[in-house]
């Protein structure tokens, strides 16, 4: 199975568990579920949908402009890759 295709468990403390592929962004596919995180951009540039990662790994699409700590990601332009849980403010 190529890597594109692998699934990847995104749990969200407080609303609800979906899968995840490499195929769209976490945005993309929380938004396919129904879980709302809001952003303006989706391409990293303003940091409205900074996300607590609290376990996993992403990786990004484009390099983020906007400034985020290290437990922080940003759903619109990162990928899963890997289970992820996360904390949507």
């Given at each position: 199975?190529?890597?594109?295709?692998?699934?990847?468990?995104?749990?969200?403390?407080?609303?609800?568990?979906?899968e995840?592929?490499?195929?769209?962004?976490?945005?993309?596919?929380?938004?396919?579920?129904?879980?709302?995180?809001?952003?303006?951009?989706?391409?990293?540039?303003?940091?409205?949908?900074?996300?607590?990662?609290?376990?996993?790994?992403?990786?990004?699409?484009?390099?983020?402009l906007?400034?985020?700590?290290?437990d922080?990601?940003?759903?619109?332009?990162?990928?899963?890759k890997?289970d992820?849980?996360?904390?949507?403010?």
């Amino acid at each position: 199975m190529s890597s594109d295709n692998q699934r990847f468990v995104i749990q969200v403390i407080d609303h609800k568990t979906f899968e995840a592929t490499q195929e769209k962004t976490l945005l993309e596919h929380a938004e396919a579920h129904g879980v709302e995180i809001h952003y303006h951009c989706r391409e990293g540039f303003c940091g409205a949908c900074r996300t607590k990662l609290i376990s996993g790994k992403v990786e990004y699409t484009v390099d983020p402009l906007a400034f985020i700590d290290d437990d922080e990601i940003l759903p619109c332009c990162c990928k899963a890759k890997s289970d992820l849980i996360l904390q949507i403010e």
